[in-house]
C-alpha cells in the first residue's frame, strides 16, 4: 500500500529560490527510504512538504491517514525536548495531547522506551541526558503514536561517529523488528547505504530526484 506520494511536486519558497522542481516519490508500506544528495538539493524541503508544514507550489502530495494516534512521526536535527519534563513525560505526551489515559501511555512510552534502549532513565531530564539518548528518546516520542509515517530530517548529523554508528545498528534493529515507514534525509551514502533499505538520490540546481534505487541485501553488521 502506498503511505505517501508526491507528483509533480515544485516548490519555490516566497524569495524566489526554486527548491524543488518535478518531483515524483511514492513510499511504500514498510518502506526505509533514505534522501540522499548535497546540501541544498531540497532534501528537507521535500520532507517538510510529506510532513504537511510547507505546501507545495504546485504538484499533488497525499499521505494516507489511520495512523493509531497520530500520522507522522516527525524527528527533528536537534533533538526538541521538553527540559522541564523526565523522558517518560516527553514520550508520554503525544499520546496525553491524542486524548489516551495516563495509566495506558505510561505503558506504552515505557515500551518504547525500553525499544530505543532507554530502559531505566525514564525518570531522567534531558540535560542529564546525552545527545545520543536524547535523539533516542526522540526516536521513541516519535514512534509510540505507531504513526503511518516516520519522517526524521538528518536526525544524526549532530552527533559524534560512535554514537552515530551506534543509533544506526539500533535503529535498523528496531526497524527489522517492527517494519515501520520511514524516510530520512541525509547527505552521508554510508548511512544510506547502511541503513536505508532504498535510497533516493537528488540533485541541486533545481532539486530534483535523479536515481531511486533498492539496496537489497542488508549491509553486514558485526
Ligand atoms: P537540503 O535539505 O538538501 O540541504 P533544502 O531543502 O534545505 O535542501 O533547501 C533547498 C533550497 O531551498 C536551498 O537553495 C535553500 O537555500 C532553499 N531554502 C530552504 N529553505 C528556504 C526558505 N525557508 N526560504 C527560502 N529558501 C529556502
Ligand atoms: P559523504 O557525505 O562524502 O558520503 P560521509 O559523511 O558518508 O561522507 O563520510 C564521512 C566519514 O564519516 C567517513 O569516514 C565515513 O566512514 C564516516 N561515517 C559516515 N556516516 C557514518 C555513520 N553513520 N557511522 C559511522 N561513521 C560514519
Same mark, same amino acid.
Given at each position: 500500500a502506498t503511505v505517501a506520494s508526491l507528483e509533480g511536486v515544485t516548490k519555490r519558497y516566497a524569495n524566489g529560490t526554486l527548491a524543488v522542481r518535478g518531483v515524483d516519490l511514492a513510499v511504500q508500506r514498510g518502506d526505509f527510504v533514505s534522501l540522499l544528495g548535497p546540501s541544498g538539493c531540497g532534501k528537507s524541503t521535500v520532507l517538510r512538504m510529506m510532513a504537511g508544514l510547507i505546501a507545495p507550489s504546485s504538484g499533488r502530495i497525499e499521505v494516507a491517514g489511520g495512523g493509531e494516534t497520530g500520522d507522522i512521526g516527525f524527528v527533528f536535527q536537534e533533538p526538541t525536548l521538553m527540559p522541564w519534563s523526565s523522558a517518560l513525560k516527553n514520550v508520554m505526551l503525544p499520546l496525553r495531547l491524542a486524548g489516551m489515559a495516563r495509566a495506558e501511555a505510561e505503558r506504552r512510552a515505557r515500551a518504547a522506551l525500553d525499544s530505543v534502549g #532507554? +530502559?531505566? &532513565?525514564?525518570?531522567?531530564?534531558p540535560r542529564a541526558l546525552s545527545g545520543g539518548m536524547k535523539m533516542r528518546v526522540s526516536i521513541a516520542r516519535a514512534l509510540v503514536t505507531k504513526p503511518r509515517l516516520l519522517l526524521m530530517d538528518? @536526525? &544524526? +548529523?549532530? #552527533?559524534d561517529e560512535i554514537t552515530r554508528h551506534k543509533l544506526n545498528n539500533d535503529l535498523l534493529k528496531l526497524w527489522e523488528a517492527e517494519r515501520f515507514t520511514a524516510v530520512f534525509v541525509t547527505h552521508s551514502v554510508f548511512e544510506s547505504v547502511y541503513l536505508s533499505r532504498r535510497i533516493v538520490v537528488m540533485a541541486a540546481? @533545481?532539486?530534483?530526484?535523479v536515481e531511486d534505487l533498492a539496496v537489497d541485501a542488508p549491509y553486514p553488521r558485526g
Open positions: #532507554l +530502559a531505566g &532513565f525514564e525518570g531522567s531530564y538528518e @536526525p &544524526f +548529523a549532530a #552527533l540546481r @533545481p532539486g530534483r530526484v
